[in-house]
Each structure stands twice: as C-alpha cells, then as structure tokens.
C-alpha cells in the first residue's frame, strides 16, 4: 500500500479538491494524469534546451535532437520494433491513422478494393478508412461484435477476399475494455493476404507490447494517454510497407533535395516527420513509458485486479445495471466498465457524480456505431489507471448508488 | 401579472436557498418530474435542441401574442434546467423573450457549474428560445 502511497505522490493532479472533495480521477481511458518525471522533463526542454531539432549546428540544437532522437531508440525497445526506422512521431494515434489513411491508402488501396473494420472501434479508428474509401472509391466492411462485445472471429475469414488490403482493430477496446484476440486476428489476416493496423490507444497502457510477437503491420498510440504530454504519438510501421508508402505531408526536413524541377524525400522516418515536431512533449514519452513500466509492477498488478474483482462483483449486484463488454476470462478486461442504468441517465449519473468530486464519461465515447449496436444514446464509463485505489472504487460504487437513487426518487 | 424580471428574480431565490450543489440538483430533479407530460407525437427531429449530450425536444405555440413552451428530455436533471426556463419564459410575449438578456442563468450559477461540461447544452437550449422568440417577433 506504501508503494501505491508513494506512486500516487509522483502524480500532482492526483491530490487536486474539486467542490472542497478528493478528486477521484476516473476517466483515465480519455486521458491519464502525468507525474513528475514528464512535467519535469516538459519543462527543462521548454525552458532550457529550446531548439529547432536536426537542422542546426549550434549546441542547444544538438542537446534537443539528441533528447528527441533517443526517445525514438526508447520507443522501439518498448515495442520490440526491429529498428528505429520503423518509430515515426506523430501528434496522436488520430493523426497515426490518418497517415497510414492517405499513405498506405496512396500506394496500396485502389476502386473496389477493401479495407475492414471493428464495428466496436473508435471514431479515429472509423472515420480515416471512410474517408480513404471515399476518396477510392473503395470498400468498407465491418467485423460485427457479439452481443458480449467479443469480436466474431468467426465471421472474419469469410469477410476476406483478395481484394482486401487492410483490416483495422483496436488493441483493447475504450468502451468495453476488452482485450482484441489481435494475435489471432493478424494470423487470420496475413493467411489471407492482407495487413492489419492495430489501434493501441488503450493497449499501451495496459500491458506489453511487442509488435514482432503480435507480428501487426501498424500499431498506433497516443502518448497522453499513457501519461506523457498531449499533442505525442507513435506510429510504428513495418519498414518495408513505410519504405513503399509516399509522405503523407510535404515540408521542412522531410525532403532530401528540393528542385523546381521536382523533389525526393528523405528516409524513414524523417519521410513522415514533415515541418517542426513537438520538441518538447515527445521526448515525454521516454519517462512516461518507464512509468508504464514500472506501474507494471506485481504489486500494482495485484491492486488492479482486486479493483476489478470488486467492480465487477458490485455492478452486477446493482438492478437495472447493464455491463457492456462481459469478459469470458477476468485477463481478458481491463479496469474499465461501460454500463447503463434503468430510469437513470448517464448525464444524470455524471453530473451528480461530479458534484461527489468523481471524474467519469459520459455519453457515446467516440463509438457511436457501438451504441447503436446495443441501442442506446450513450453509456457511463469508468476507467481505472494502475494509481488508482480500491477505496475510490469502493466510494465510486457507494456514489454512484446514491445517484442511482437521487435519480429513482 | 409579475414582470419578467420580478419572477426570474424569484427563480433565483429559489434557487440560491440550496447551498450544496447535490441539494440543487435534487430540486431540478423534483422541476423535471413535475413537468407536465409531452406528448410522444411531438419528439420530432425539428423540435430536438442541438448540442445535448442527452435529448431535448421543445416545442413553441403562440397565443394571443404570447409563448408558450412544452417540453421534454431523457435526462432528468435537463428535464428540470429546460423545465425552469420555460416555467420563467412560457406566457411571455416574443419581444420580451427576444429582448431578454438571459442573464438570471447566470445569477443562477448553472453556466459555470454545468455549461463548460457541454453535458446538457444549456447554451443551446437558451439561444433555441431566443432564435423561436425571434422568428414570432
């Protein structure tokens, strides 16, 4: 418990009051607190080692490029990418998808071929390939959820044809926190010829990664999710379908000669890096991964499993509630849980929980295809970080009762 | 018959006697079951307020140069906030809504303690009975 206290210290906004009440920070899948070590990083890059990175020879710019450039070495080592090549910075998982969107779309998609998606993805993970569609004139097809949640894996193989080019999947889903069979699927996939992008929004939080072992062609993350600064991101990329795919923006540094008579790019991944980077929150990620790490610890481990043992046994105990994503295995769920209400709303439950100092989500959680599969508006989420305490979940459930009641009368 | 001023003043009253805001909402919950009951035919998409996290459906008639409001939401407490501005609105005349500048909201302390989550698009449902006052002027 000492080293939950001590973690929990490394973390400012934890020990924030909102309405003269302990905050307790329970929307961790839209965004996770950050400690010290990014804030403190963050800062010195701002305040002392400002500089536009690999264009100048003066000192502050080498101090800056070196700090960015091994943070892209401590990324591949977290992913198990087989060279640095394969690490392209980016300003979110969005901004990932959107790349591969418009450049794997570029070189690979033409009309009539066909790119799959999870009907439980996020927006982010949606919108690109409709938008690639649209552009191709190409195909989007969707691999439905049961009623659990659980992607119908065996629906997958009969939605591949030959004309299939990609299929896009979360690592683990941001509304029902389950975790994707993504090894699986990739097999199923690359048996029948084609890629598979994994977003990893949520993935990289909660667990390893090893992209070689899940042997996926994209994983994406976001970098504020997975308590490094807003506005970072990761793209990992096989090298030989980078190598293939043209830049997705034109500009400063991701060029090798420009001539009016026509320009050739620079290597991977400067290739997709075009115009200044985020010289300040991505060398973030570096500190904030060894905190995954280390928030990977057996004794954490052993906290987030008791919270959910707890959370679950509770929601289920409550009438009217209605769980979305069961796990079959608890392993198979992380500390995150979609439900809703009889006779009570997820704004309603939101706002009263707000008043009791709980930050939680309401409404469609950028998955409105989802919601639409289990016929509701919206749902209410929590979502739980390694940093979090049994006793919030335990104050959470005694909120949320009394809300529950507030709202029956 | 009290002045537009004179029965916001009292909302306000009303409103400020609860100290916790756990207490408020309790009482726009009580103003949401109280409202009277709208009918099913009315939730069409033209009455459906933009910008609500949860749905709310108002509908405007006129009468002898007046206005007056129905409404409904699937959230409770919405329920009560749409509820208190048509209960302060609902058998004025359009010049008066359209000239009011809606500031006893903010006496009320609803914009900043419900606006910056956009949860129930107070801003919306303020400037649909603007824009309905406008359109009758």
């Known amino acids: ?409 | 018959m009290k002045t537009l001023q004179e029965v916001q003043a009292e909302v306000v009253d009303d409103f400020s006697m609860y100290d916790e805001w756990l207490d408020k909402y309790e009482y726009l919950i009580d103003l949401g079951r109280r409202l009277e009951p709208f009918p099913e035919e009315l939730k069409t998409d033209d009455r459906l307020i933009r910008g609500c996290q949860s749905r709310v459906w108002l509908d405007a008639r006129e009468e002898d140069g007046r206005l007056y409001f129905r409404a409904d939401s699937d959230a409770i407490i919405t329920k009560g906030i749409i509820s208190l501005l048509i209960g302060v609105y609902s058998g004025r005349t359009a010049a008066e809504i359209a000239e009011d500048d809606f500031a006893f909201v903010d006496r009320l302390g609803l914009r900043e303690n419900l606006s910056p989550t956009r949860a129930n698009g107070l801003a919306s449902m303020i400037e649909t009975l603007r824009q309905t006052a406008k359109k009758c002027c």
């Open chain 1, 1 to 409: 418990m000492q080293q939950l206290e001590n973690i929990r210290q490394e973390f400012p906004a934890l020990g924030e009051r909102v309405y003269g009440k302990p905050l307790v920070y329970l929307d961790n899948a839209a965004t996770s607190q950050r400690p010290r070590s990014v804030i403190g990083l963050w800062e010195e890059l701002t305040v002392k080692r400002n500089a536009n990175l690999h264009r100048a020879v003066h000192r502050l710019a080498d101090l800056a490029t070196q700090e960015y450039e091994a943070t892209r070495d401590a990324v591949r080592a977290y992913l198990n990418a087989e060279s640095r090549e394969e690490i392209v910075f980016t300003s979110g998982a969005t901004a990932a998808i959107n790349l591969v969107a418009f450049s794997f779309g570029e070189a690979f998609v033409r009309e009539g071929d066909e790119i799959v998606v999870g009907e439980a993805e996020h927006h982010s993970d949606i919108v690109p390939w409709q938008m690639l569609c649209g552009r191709k004139g190409a195909v989007l097809k969707v691999l439905p959820v049961d009623d659990g949640g659980h992607y119908r894996l065996d629906a997958l193989p009969a939605l591949l044809t030959p004309r299939t080019k990609l299929v896009c999947i979360a690592h683990i889903s941001n509304v029902l926190g389950l975790v994707n069979p993504v090894k699986d699927i990739v097999k199923i996939c690359h048996s029948a010829g084609c890629y598979v992008l994994v977003d990893g929004a949520q993935g990289i939080v909660h667990g390893p990664v090893d992209v070689r072992e899940m042997d996926c062609d994209f994983y994406v993350f976001s970098g504020h999710k997975v308590y490094a600064a807003p506005g970072t991101g990761v793209l990992y990329g096989r090298r030989a379908l980078l190598e293939q795919m043209p830049p997705y923006m034109g500009g400063g540094e991701m060029i090798d000669t420009v001539r009016w008579s026509g320009t050739s790019y620079a290597p991977l991944p400067q290739k997709f890096e075009a115009g200044t980077q985020n010289m300040a929150g991505t060398p973030t990620l570096r500190p904030a991964l060894e905190m995954a790490q280390a928030l990977r610890d057996p004794a954490f481990e052993a906290g987030q499993k008791a919270i959910k043992e707890f959370m679950l046994n509770k929601l289920h105990g409550i009438p009217g509630l209605r769980l979305y994503g069961e796990p079959a295995s608890p392993e198979e769920k992380i500390p995150l849980f979609s439900f809703s209400v009889e006779h009570a709303h997820h704004e309603d439950l939101a706002l009263i929980l707000d008043k009791m100092g709980i930050a939680v989500r309401s409404g469609q959680m950028c998955a409105e295809p989802l919601m639409d599969r289990f016929g509701v508006t919206g749902m209410l989420r929590v979502s739980f970080a390694p940093y979090n305490t049994l006793q919030e979940a335990e104050y959470f459930i005694q909120s949320l009762e009394r809300a529950i009641k507030m709202l029956r009368g």
